[in-house]
């Protein structure tokens, strides 16, 4: 997870510094899967599970743009990404795909990994 200090600094960006908030709309739709930067335990992979998420206890009007359901074999935790940034969440990359729990076989996962690695490269800020 990021540290508390870098949490804080990328919640309280500036409208300008999120792409998302440049009038553009979210990079992700509710479903998609993707990565997260889980800070010095690497990117976890999840599903997109609610836009524009906000807790209780935060400012009146303060969202993040996701919130991500991880997958079991990252802990299964609801998290969320504080800024729409590549550094913060991406396109779930095939180093961080977890395998299938329906037993599914290597040729399938294979298959699944060619084909996202596929649709990663047509992504914009992904080197």
Known sequence: LLDPQQFLRILAMAPADCPESEGGKPRFAVGHRV??????????SGTIVALHYSEEHWPPG??????????????GALIFAP?????????????T????????DAETVLQA???AAAKLSQ???IA
């Open 62 to 75: 303060k969202t993040v743009p996701y919130q991500v359901q991880l997958d079991e074999a990252y802990g």
């Open 97 to 104: 795909m977890s395998l299938p729990e329906d037993g599914g």
């Open 35 to 44: 990565s997260c930067n889980m800070g010095s335990q690497g990117w976890a």
């Open 123 to 125: 992504e914009p800020f």
């Open 83 to 95: 800024a729409d940034l590549p550094r913060v969440i991406r396109s779930e990359l095939q180093d």
């Open 113 to 115: 990994v060619r084909l």
